[in-house]
Structure formats: C-alpha cells, structure tokens
C-alpha cells in the first residue's frame, strides 16, 4: 500500500471541499457576522453548541473567539436540559452545529433558546434539514463526500465547520477593529505574550552597555570600545545626536578582506548609513520580524527625533525567551 498517496487523497479530498465551501460562501455570511457584532456590542455572549465531532468543534472555535476578544462558551446540549440553560440570556447569539441538522440532543435544546429570544445561527450541511429551517441565519457546509475512504467517518465535514468557525472568528476580529495590542492583553503565557507584552525599551542596551561613536572615529577606537562595552555593534551619530550609521562586527569582517590599514580607517567610511531602527514604544513581535525581514542581528532604538537610545542584539531576544 502506497501510504503517501492515500495520505495525498485524504487531503486532496478535504481541499475540494473546502474549495466548494469557498465558492459557496454568499450573503448569509455577513448576516452573521453583523449579528455576533451586534451581540458583543451589546455585552451579549456567544454559544457555540454541537455534539459528537461537532462538539469538539465547537470548543475550538469558542476558543479562538475568547483569544481574539469574542466571548464565548460552549453549551453542553444534555446539560443544558438539566439546568445549564441558565447562562443562556436574551441578546445572546447561538452558532449551532450539526452536520445532519437532525441531532436530537441539539434539536430537544432550540425551542428553549428561542423563547430566550438567543439568535440562532445555524452550521449544517443539510439545507432542508430541522436545524436549518428553525435558524434565523443559515450557513451551508455541504460536502460532496467524506475524505474517508467508506465515505462514513466525518472529515471533510468537520474541516469545514472548522474553517467556516475560523473565517467567521477572523472576520469578526477584523470587522471590530481588533489590534495587536488587544491581542497581547489576552495571551500574557509564554514567548508569545512576551513578544506581545514587551517593547523595545525593556529589550535595549543603553547607558555603558552600548558605544555612540562620531563618524569622524577609527576603526580601532570604535573596536576597542566594542570590546569594552561586549556590544557587537556601533551606534555611529550625527553632530546633532541623530542616528548616521551602524558599524558591526560584520562590517568589520568583510572590511578586513580587503582593507589594508584598516585601524586606521574612518568609522563612516565602513558603516551602514540609515540602518534599519526602531521607535522605543514598538512591541518585541515587532522587532523580531524586523530582525527576522531584514536579516540583521543589532536593531537600533530611537526617540522621536531619531536619536539613538539603545542597541537591541539578536541574542537578548534569545536571553528573555522571546524568539
């Protein structure tokens, strides 16, 4: 048996599928949309409800909305029959999934979340089916067959209602005007709040821990600073203080192949002018892609006026667990 292939048909089949979702998508999508905004403009709440695959779905997915700042929670259908519908409230929006549309434990909960007045938004891929009639807004996830091979276990199915719950999270994200630094307040753990949470300014060298040369200075005077201060790097300004230039130990390996009285040499005349800076207030995501975009290993952070303030080498992301 060729593994890789089946494994290719498995994936094949599900890109299909969500290709028909893409083509399908039409405008029941901004419906709901519209209305989980309206919800958490109201500081309503979101109840994702499914059972089976659906349901492991749906925990997903209230994930990813409380990550981006949707709140959500997950209603557990038989619970809710014996005493969970108390955090069902009225301007509450309801995503329901079920592929066949006929679960009874969901079905048994609808008529209580209607007299709640909760809009229900229904995820099935059965368009006559009860749920889909019974729902105020209608997403259709078809699917022509199943990636498995008996066409039996649900696949194609749930990477649909997995995809269609992170377009739905992703545009309401975007529709609400949701930035970096919301997300930041959400996800203090780990390197990733880290790189959200710190700025530049808690990353930096500065003081006696970085080397501010004129460009008038030798290649010798800067190196035995760089070697004082254990900075890779130069920050070389301008007679008003602005940022002229870096010098970097890289400069000065490629300067040696080809320079004979190097020591001696002018500072400006080995430098990079303009080198990529940052402003102090910039979180560290964002000197890392700077970093990352441009290749460099030292990042120099500037004030307002373009004044240097310090020097941000590769390996202090490293040290605070950041990259």
Do not use: W
């Not at 014996?82 to 969901?106: P, Q, R």
């Amino acid at each position: 048996m060729d593994y890789q292939e089946k494994a290719r048909r498995v994936i094949q089949l599900e890109i299909d599928e969500l290709q028909n979702l893409h083509s399908r998508l039409d405008e029941s999508f901004g419906l709901a949309i519209e209305a989980l905004r309206h919800a958490l403009d109201q500081k309503r709440k979101i109840i994702i409800a499914g059972v089976g695959k659906s349901g492991n779905i749906s925990h997903k997915i209230a994930a990813t909305l409380n990550s981006t700042g949707a709140t959500a929670t997950v209603l557990n259908c038989q619970d809710a029959l014996h005493g969970d519908l108390g955090l069902v409230e009225e301007g509450d929006v309801m995503l329901a999934f079920s592929y066949s549309g006929e679960t009874t434990e969901l079905l048994n909960i609808l008529p209580h979340l209607k007299r709640r007045r909760v809009t229900l938004i229904s995820i099935t891929g059965q368009a006559d089916s009860t749920l889909a009639r019974v729902g105020d807004i209608t997403l259709d996830i078809h699917v022509e067959r199943e990636a498995c091979p008996l066409n039996l276990a649900p696949t194609s199915s749930t990477t649909n209602m997995l995809v269609l719950g992170d377009a739905l999270a992703m545009t309401l994200l975007e529709s609400r005007g949701f930035k970096k630094e919301d997300f930041a307040e959400l996800h203090p753990g780990g390197s990733l709040g880290r790189a959200l949470l710190t700025k530049a300014s808690d990353i930096m060298r500065s003081g006696n821990d970085i080397v501010i040369l004129s460009p008038q200075e030798t290649i010798k005077t800067a190196l035995e600073k760089m070697t004082a201060a254990r900075s890779g790097a130069v920050i070389v300004v301008h007679d008003d203080q602005s940022l002229a230039g870096i010098f970097t130990q890289g400069d000065f390996t490629r300067a040696f192949q080809t320079q004979n009285d190097l020591a001696n040499g002018k500072v400006s005349n080995f430098m990079t002018v303009n080198p990529i800076s940052i402003p102090a207030d910039k979180l560290a995501a964002e000197v890392l892609a700077l970093l990352e975009d441009h290749r460099i290993d030292d990042l120099v952070v500037v004030d307002g006026n373009n004044q240097p303030l310090g020097l941000i080498d590769i390996q202090d992301l490293t040290r605070l667990h950041i990259l």
